[in-house]
């Protein structure tokens, strides 16, 4: 099994060969500041209490308060969450926002709750770390299986138990706000912030796609695989789609789709969406323009979509999807990770070898936490910002990142994760 906090220490161990560090500053490195282990009772519908156990790891706070998500899932676990903590920390410094590196999740499968249980989980999680986050503190968001309807139950809570002890006037309520980011718009949240994750991905690809293959398009459409149909694969599904590429593939957690003839075909991430909803499942949802008709595509495995010959593919689901064993068979050129850690080291070195080119996920999917910085900074400063200064906001931010990482990638002939991780080390570090 492959331990996400192994792999996350070997990729910054390949960068510290390109950063003078002291003994002291590399070790910090390697250690969270802060873990938060909590467990806590819920009362299920049947009457019964059953006990959650949860995290919050606060991996840097060098760069301003903790930030990161929150994960409900049956696999979280200790390494996985210092894993995602410490990416947290390296891809807010990737992006260059002032913001640390944490993460939180319970080890649950929401799918198996029903509403109302899924709200006291949210809320007695909150309670349990209430201590421990705050504005300048800890700034928590969403994750896999956490949505901005459980930010809001989260910043309810977090409210309620402030407000127990003091009065909370109205600009010290916008401020106690900013705990928390990826609210609904109509409590708090910023505009662009749902679709945030899948743009920024977007716009990474749109600067570095030329400057990593060159005459690729020979004035065809490029075709897209991607793994994971939440809210990050859609978005970037979206977009993809609207702008003009061809998406041969998609999948969610209980199986894939592919068109019959990649290339030719796009499904319409839209309409499966839309079909997805109606039929409670992808399967069969072949959306060719705005057909939906099983002639068009077949079922395959979630993991069968990762090797289809495709341009580009897209893991946004889970850790370890790529690794040693079906790196070998991967035929994409281009690698776009917008999941949080889903190529094992051992793959990278075999993408590496076979000029498959990886855009890392502390680069390509730090839109989300771009524009969660900006809802935090709109919520302190008592403001709302328009879609449009958003995303132009987040264009630049993921531009200059996507080009400064590339040059060095260039300058010390490296992969671009290593490239990565040398820009943050040095910005966690303050070193040269
Ligand atoms: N969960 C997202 C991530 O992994 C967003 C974190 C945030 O907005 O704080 O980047």
Not at 61 to 73: E, L, M, N, T
Not at 131 to 141: K, L, T
Request: charged share 25%; net charge positive; hydrophobic share 40%.
């Amino acid at each position: 099994m492959n331990n996400p906090f192994d792999n996350a220490i070997n990729q910054l161990e390949k960068a510290l060969e390109y950063v003078k560090l002291t003994p002291e500053q590399s070790e910090r490195l390697k250690y969270p500041e802060k873990i938060i282990t909590v467990n806590f009772p819920v009362e299920m519908d049947n009457g019964q209490k059953k006990l959650f156990h949860g995290y919050r790891v606060q991996y840097s706070s060098k760069r301003g308060p903790y930030k990161g998500g929150i994960r409900f899932h049956h696999q979280v676990d200790m390494n996985e969450m210092k894993a995602l903590a410490f990416w947290m920390a390296v891809k807010c410094a990737v992006a260059d926002i002032p913001m640390g590196g944490g993460k939180g999740g319970v080890e649950v499968d929401p799918k198996k709750l029903s509403d109302k249980e899924l709200e006291k989980l949210s809320r007695a999680y909150v309670a349990a770390i209430a201590n421990e986050i705050g504005p300048e503190i800890d700034v928590p968001a969403p994750d896999v299986n956490t949505t901005s309807q459980i930010m809001n139950w989260m910043v309810d809570e977090f409210m309620r138990i402030r407000s127990r002890n003091q009065k909370i006037g109205n600009s010290e309520k916008s401020r106690l706000m900013a705990t928390f980011t990826g609210k609904p718009l109509t409590n708090g949240g910023s505009e662009g912030r749902t679709a945030a994750t899948g743009r920024g991905g977007f716009y990474v690809l749109e600067a570095l796609l030329e400057k990593i293959k060159p005459n690729m398009k020979e004035g065809r459409k490029l075709t897209v695989a991607i793994q994971g149909f939440g809210n990050v694969g859609y978005y970037i599904a979206k977009f993809l789609y609207d702008a003009g590429f061809s998406i041969a593939a998609l999948s969610d957690s209980r199986g894939a789709i592919v068109v019959n003839k990649i290339g030719q075909d796009s499904l319409n991430p839209e309409e499966v969406f839309k079909c997805k909803k109606e039929k409670g499942s992808l399967a069969g949802c072949y959306c060719v323009g705005s057909v939906c008709d099983l002639k068009l595509g077949r079922n395959i495995t979630n993991t069968e979509i990762l090797e289809l010959p495709v341009d580009i593919l897209v893991p946004a689901a889970l850790e370890n999807q790529l690794n040693e064993k079906n790196a070998p068979r991967i035929k994409a050129n281009i690698i776009l990770e917008m999941a949080n850690g889903p190529t094992t080291p051992a793959a990278d070195e075999i993408f590496f070898k076979k000029n498959i080119t990886v855009i890392p996920d502390v680069l390509a999917n730090s839109g989300g936490v771009t524009v969660s910085y900006f809802e935090w900074k709109q919520n302190l400063e008592n403001q709302k910002w328009s879609e449009k200064k958003v995303n132009s906001l987040l264009k630049d931010k993921m531009t200059k990142a996507s080009l400064d990482i590339f040059e060095i990638a260039r300058v010390k002939q490296t992969d671009l994760r290593t490239a990565a991780f040398i820009t943050a080390v040095r910005r966690l570090t303050s070193a040269s």
